[in-house]
């Protein structure tokens, strides 16, 4: 019997039972095999492989809700996870908002653009694996790569409920990174670059040798600057981190929790005119490409910010109903989670600013921030952290820039927009998209 013929006989198996009982339920279950390899001294470190497969319902019962799972689709198991689930749903909070919403959907991702065949040898993937080293340690002034790897995934998914959905996925993808470590002069700096793809094809070990040995390399006699307040650049990578920081703002399940600082902010004014903001469901080479969301409504693109006005929180089918919202579609769930929500792909739209207008003058290009999740505060908004990067002129990188840290508040930040670039960068994840974006002033504490 094939995975996915196990997987689906599991699933029916679970819902029967569930109808039995007189409850609803959705049922998530999946199987993923991946590989993956590292080098250390010029011969393989790791060479992995693995397997598994997770089921996990989610019951509705008495407007009661609660959520269970099982790495084995053996009966007995399947019955037990049910039982678990409906035990604790007898202790959940009674909510008027919590029931199966999706109806009779019956969606397949079957872009082949997702699914690729993988045609490629064992050894050519362990030669690129070893090529990620051996490209970092033969540069100059003999760097190390402590990190370096190559992996790659295959995995499907299906989603069904007792009201008769079931959904269908399934996909490939690869990727390789890898991290130098430069020594000179008693100065020491580390930086890297990955790659992935849907294709073995599409990786570029040389951009993640280069890319992470330059920027080591750029960075190894950087000082920091004066402290004060300065206009400042964030790379592509680093701006996504950012954001991903202060996702909060976006989500309909905080708004429902009540710590959704922008819960009240619907219709209203939240960025400058300059910034706009969609999540897309699909992006050409992106990396979070599905049919369907956790519950099995179709995906869809949303509108989250047009011209500084916030237009939509993303929101799954409880919370919608709960704030007397519409669904976004944006349901996010694992078969061990309880309900979320997420986005797609984070596209914020170009503006017409020339290159030479956004870097004019003087600025901080800040390409890599510390401890970013830590040192923010989602609620209010500020932030601090350590960060790196280039103080910049016209466009010229002057002179490379460390041990400082940049603070602010995020949502005034959005605010203090000067000039947006013409042109849309990709992140290295393939899930967030921006132009480049001048904020007018950040506090940098430097020396």
């Not at 060479?47 to 799972?69: E, F, H, L, M």
């Not at 397949?108 to 045609?119: A, F, G, M, V, Y």
């Not at 797609?344 to 890599?368: F, N, P, Q, W």
């Amino acid at each position: 019997m094939s995975e996915q013929s196990k997987l689906q006989q599991a699933i029916e198996h679970v819902l029967s039972a569930v109808q039995s009982k007189g409850a609803q339920a959705d049922v998530i279950a999946s199987s993923s095999n991946s590989f993956s390899l590292k080098a250390n001294k010029g011969e393989l470190d790791e060479y992995k492989v693995t397997s598994g497969q997770v089921i996990g319902v989610r019951v509705v019962q008495d407007q009661r809700v609660a959520t269970s799972y099982s790495e084995s689709l053996e009966p007995e198991s399947l019955d037990q996870m049910l039982n678990n689930a409906l035990d604790s749903a007898r202790f959940a909070k009674v909510d008027e908002h919590q029931q199966i919403s999706c109806l009779n959907s019956n969606i397949k991702s079957d872009l082949e653009e997702i699914n690729q065949p993988d045609t490629v040898s064992v050894d050519d993937k362990i030669a690129l694996a070893l090529s990620l080293e051996q490209g970092v340690t033969s540069k100059p002034y003999e760097p190390s790569s402590p990190y370096n790897g190559y992996g790659e995934s295959e995995s499907q998914l299906l989603i069904a409920n007792t009201q008769g959905t079931f959904c269908e996925h399934k996909e490939r993808s690869f990727s390789c990174y890898a991290y130098t470590l430069l020594e000179k002069d008693g100065k020491q700096s580390m930086d890297g670059a990955s790659s992935c793809g849907r294709s073995f094809s599409e990786l570029d070990s040389k951009f993640c040798i280069d890319h992470g040995y330059d920027l080591a390399f750029d960075l190894l006699e950087g000082e920091p600057v004066a402290t004060g307040n300065y206009s400042v650049i964030f790379e592509v990578d680093a701006l996504s981190s950012l954001f991903g920081a202060f996702g909060l703002c976006f989500s309909g399940v905080s708004a429902m929790k009540g710590v959704n600082p922008w819960r009240e902010k619907l219709g209203q004014s939240v960025a400058s005119p300059l910034f706009s903001m969609t999540d897309k469901a699909y992006v050409e080479g992106g990396m979070n490409i599905c049919a369907f969301d956790s519950e099995g409504f179709a995906a869809k693109d949303n509108q989250l910010i047009e011209k500084g006005e916030l237009k939509t929180l993303l929101h799954n089918s409880h919370t919608a109903k709960a704030l007397d919202a519409e669904s976004t579609a944006s349901a996010s769930r694992g078969a061990k989670s309880s309900l979320d929500v997420s986005p797609r792909h984070k596209v914020i739209a170009v503006g017409s600013s020339s290159s030479a207008e956004v870097t004019g003058g003087e600025y901080l290009e800040l390409v890599d921030l510390a401890g970013v999740h830590s040192g923010a505060d989602a609620i209010s908004g500020d932030f601090s952290f350590g960060a790196s990067g280039f103080l910049c002129r016209d466009g010229k990188r002057v002179q490379p820039v460390r041990g400082i840290t940049v603070a602010g508040n995020f949502y005034k930040m959005l605010n203090e927009i000067d000039a947006m670039g013409s042109v849309l960068e990709t992140s290295q994840s393939r899930n967030f998209y921006s132009p480049v974006i001048r904020f007018a002033r950040l506090s940098i504490g430097g020396k």
